[in-house]
């Protein structure tokens, strides 16, 4: 598919959220954030070998705070993934090494391998459960994305598998979008392709963006239920873009996100069938040129928010 000349707008801003209150610490590049359906912010970070999550309403003032574990599990690393909020539950993924190693002796780097759990809370922080995947996560490939369809179905990626629950948390199926040979083969240094994100629409549709190293962002790729590919396309810019989120719309529009060499975040909006609608960015912002995203949500009313950085949400119009 010919992807169409991409025209650059900047999408009229709403409001920028900066969420500060009690306990307030830095929330840097790679912690996680969502929205929940009363608009309310959890902002997820490091402290020491527990992740925080912070508790913000739709003005950003400080609600509470709480950490996801009640004891330690290992002495090894543990790495925030995502975080998701419903009606009623917050949830919190990670990935626990439970064993490290060297690849051969004159390596001096240590590598671990993974399990995946998702902490489960009501929204007010209260513990409610832990989960543990199904699927043994491998080297460093442990759970990175969470996300659930409207019949209550959860979705978790790694780099190169999805697995599929229902809402009782019974694995359904696990999906290898990569055995179907259907991608260009590029190497990188984690061997081949691999999925950033995934999302799933209305209809059961899962959408996944790929990356092959450094140079091989944007490919995006649409699967039906079973795993099969129903489409596939690149976006445009893909070689100055580095691409690291993507939601889907109420009206099963797919907006990703990426960022430039000039700290600039951009987001593409496409229709279900991979066909570009329109982009903006943050140029012309007040962070034009020092603004770094670390995640992107879209709430039940097709608002986006992106959060770029030391808990600065910012929200935007869907319409254009």
């Not at 610490?25 to 790679?30: E, Q, S, T, Y």
């Not at 912690?31 to 309310?40: C, H, I």
């Not at 799933?200 to 990356?211: A, E, M, P, R, W």
């Not at 129903?230 to 893909?238: Q, V």
Request: hydrophobic share 30%; charged share 25%; with cysteine.
């Amino acid at each position: 598919m010919a992807t169409p000349t991409v025209k650059h707008l900047t999408t009229p801003q709403i409001k920028d959220y900066i969420c500060i209150g009690e306990y307030d610490v830095k929330h840097i590049r790679g912690e996680p954030f969502t929205v929940d359906f009363e608009g309310n912010f959890y902002l997820a970070y490091y402290s020491g070998d527990l992740v925080n999550i912070k508790k913000y309403n739709s003005q950003g003032k400080y609600i509470t705070g709480w950490f996801s574990e009640r004891k330690k599990r290992t002495s090894y690393d543990k790495e925030v993934a995502d975080i998701l909020a419903d009606k009623e539950n917050i949830y919190l993924i990670y990935g626990k090494a439970y064993h490290s190693f060297r690849l051969n002796s004159d390596d001096g780097f240590s590598y671990y391998d993974y399990n995946s759990y998702i902490d489960i809370f009501d929204l007010n922080g209260k513990f409610i459960t832990v989960i543990e995947t199904k699927k043994d996560s491998g080297v460093q490939k442990f759970v990175r994305h969470l996300t659930k369809d409207k019949n209550g179905n959860f979705y978790l990626a790694s780099q190169t598998y999805i697995e599929k629950y229902d809402a009782n948390w019974k694995l359904q199926s696990i999906l290898y979008p990569f055995e179907h040979k259907w991608y260009e083969k590029r190497s990188n240094s984690l061997g081949g392709a691999l999925i950033c994100d995934l999302a799933v629409d209305s209809k059961g549709y899962i959408y996944t963006i790929l990356k092959f190293g450094i140079h091989g962002n944007g490919f995006f790729a649409k699967f039906d239920s079973s795993g099969k590919l129903i489409k596939k396309w690149f976006s445009k810019d893909k070689d100055k873009l580095y691409f690291g989120s993507l939601e889907i719309d109420p009206d099963d529009n797919l907006y990703a996100l990426s960022i430039d060499g000039r700290n600039i975040y951009h987001i593409q909006k496409f229709d279900s069938s991979g066909n570009f609608i329109t982009e903006w960015n943050s140029q012309g912002t007040e962070h034009q040129y020092d603004t770094t995203y670390t995640d992107m949500k879209i709430d039940s009313k097709g608002n986006v928010y992106v959060d770029s950085g030391n808990g600065a949400i910012k929200k935007f119009s869907p319409k254009q």
